[in-house]
């Protein structure tokens, strides 16, 4: 079992920055997956960044060049920073967490353990 719990939204205008973190508790955080998802409103959840328990990275076309996904294994903590905000940045973010070998194709559903979400919103 893993709980998550996100923090770090808020308001912020365009080209501003945030960064999200991701607290993990429960199982050992060094064997899962690791992913950030948003879903705005009237729009699918999807997955913009995720990394692999070996720290590759993998980002959605949306966010690359903009946003980086981090982890620090000895604080359990997943980061998302965020960079050069876009008001179609404006969200509800999650992190989630699995026991995939690999991330690269991975999608909400198949992610046992979610936190809460916090939401981002961007202005212009």
């Known amino acids: 079992q893993v709980q998550l719990v996100e923090s770090g939204g808020g308001s912020v205008q365009s080209g501003g920055s945030l960064r999200l973190s991701c607290r993990a508790s429960g199982s050992p955080y060094s064997k899962y997956c690791m992913g950030w998802f948003r879903q705005a409103p009237g729009k699918e959840r999807e997955k913009i960044a995720s990394?692999?328990?070996?720290?590759?990275?993998q980002y959605a076309d949306s966010v690359k060049g903009r946003f980086t996904i981090s982890q620090d294994n000895a604080k359990r903590t997943l980061y998302l920073q965020m960079n050069s905000l876009e008001p179609e940045d404006t969200a509800v973010y999650y992190c989630a967490a699995e026991s995939f070998v690999q991330c690269s194709g991975t999608y909400w559903a198949a992610f046992r353990y979610r936190g809460q979400g916090t939401q981002v919103t961007v202005s212009s």
């Open positions: 990394i692999d328990r070996d720290g590759s990275t």
